[in-house]
């Protein structure tokens, strides 16, 4: 009896030593893991501390950079100012959106707190990443589709390379744009996310590594992407009016005819500088549709030489009543006063052979075209044009005044 009453005294000691062992190896391992906690806040909070300077510093910095930028350029309005202001708002959105990651915010907020806080800093830094993206991705697209420009006065090349290089410009600017976004991201959520991490371990939850939250984010910024390369493909997509096939009718307009001079007069002296000129059986004057100088409101007048029995080189009623136009395209519209619009126009077969033919006898002179007696387009033609096509660059009042323009080109 006396040994059974040992034996369950010895099985009860060494119970109670297990378990002032494992109490000790807990009351350690609980120590280990609020150490770590708290290595893990203290890290992070010095990284959202450094953030919140490097806001403080590079946004004024990168203001100031940009509106100097757009100054120099001639656009301090609208773009130069609407780059300080978005400047502006960056900044004060992106303090007040860190406010509860500041050291002293995150040292001194209880665990529950924290964890809430950090949740709602990735949300809305998601958010505003999206959002900033797609607003500067916007104020880039229409920088450039403004000033892609059309650098060409070459006749009969439909010059598209500003067009390709304000598509290569805004797809190369999206896709760094992208990549920072991401980048930028996954760096700030990732501290967010250690932070989470280790308040879910320290209370004993589980750690999924779920990468739900980026890939939505990664998604936003795609589609962002994709609609500013769908406004671009619509903005730079061309118009284009078509002959009807059966359609062989003339409103017998349009002219080419051999430049033999030109010269700008004051509007006192058109009608005599004209009168002289038209002296000359061989020569027809005709004077520009826009005043060369628009300040002075003179007048550029043109010698036209009659090169057959009609008159001009090519027209309708020297093809018989055929029409000489097949289509017209145009790229770009009239929002802006100031800014050229090109349009591209296709001549009908027989009137190709006579625009290459043309063209091949007056190479190294110039020729104009002229619709209802007036010069609208001057070209100097270098070589034989034999692909059929011409280019006129005009600026244009309205988009609406540009569709009539082109309507009626394609009647003649």
């Not at 100097?68 to 609208?78: D, S």
């Not at 303090?95 to 806080?117: F, G, H, I, P």
């Not at 896709?175 to 996310?193: D, E, K, P, Q, S």
Request: hydrophobic content about 45%; overall charge negative.
């Amino acid at each position: 009896m006396e040994n059974q009453e040992n034996n369950n005294q010895n099985e009860l000691d060494q119970l109670k030593a297990q378990y002032e062992e494992l109490k000790q190896r807990f009351e350690q391992q609980e120590i280990v893991n609020e150490h770590l906690m708290k290595s893990t806040i203290q890290d992070n909070a010095n990284y959202f501390s450094r953030y919140r300077k490097t806001v403080m510093i590079a946004y004024p910095i990168l203001a100031v950079l940009g509106f100097a930028y757009f100054t120099f350029l001639g656009e301090l309005l609208p773009f130069g100012l609407s780059f300080l202001l978005l400047m502006v708002l960056s900044i004060v959105f992106e303090l007040w959106l860190t406010r509860n990651a500041k050291r002293q915010a995150m040292e001194n907020a209880d665990l529950l707190t924290l964890s809430k806080n950090m949740q709602k800093l990735k949300s809305g830094y998601a958010v505003y990443m999206v959002f900033m993206l797609a607003l500067g991705f916007m104020f880039i697209l229409v920088h450039i589709l403004k000033n892609k420009g059309y650098l060409t006065s070459e006749i009969a090349e439909y010059n598209m390379a500003p067009n390709y290089n304000a598509i290569w410009s805004i797809c190369f600017v999206g896709l760094l744009l992208l990549t920072f976004a991401i980048l930028a991201y996954r760096n700030f959520v990732g501290h967010c996310n250690d932070v989470i991490r280790q308040i879910e371990s320290y209370d004993g939850k589980p750690q999924p590594k779920s990468l739900r939250t980026f890939l939505l984010f990664l998604g936003s910024m795609i589609v962002v992407f994709g609609i500013g390369i769908l406004l671009v493909h619509f903005a730079l997509r061309p118009t284009t009016y078509v002959r009807a096939e059966n359609d062989f009718t003339s409103e017998g307009k349009l002219e080419f005819w051999e430049v033999y001079a030109d010269t700008i007069v004051s509007p006192n002296d058109t009608k005599i500088v004209m009168e002289q000129w038209m002296q000359s059986d061989s020569i027809v004057v005709m004077k520009s549709e826009l005043p060369a100088d628009e300040n002075q409101q003179n007048s550029r007048i043109f010698a036209l030489k009659k090169t057959t029995f009609q008159g001009p080189s090519i027209s309708s009623s020297v093809m018989g009543g055929k029409p000489i136009i097949q289509s017209v395209e145009t790229s770009g519209s009239s929002q802006n006063e100031e800014d050229y619009v090109p349009i591209i126009v296709r001549l009908t077969p027989d009137a190709s052979q006579l625009w290459s033919q043309f063209t091949r006898e007056i190479a190294g002179h110039n020729t104009a075209l002229v619709i209802n007696g007036v010069v609208v387009q001057e070209w100097y033609v270098q070589c034989e044009i034999n692909n059929g096509q011409l280019f006129i660059m005009q600026k244009w009042s309205s988009d609406d005044e540009l569709k009539e323009f082109c309507e009626m080109l394609i009647r003649q």
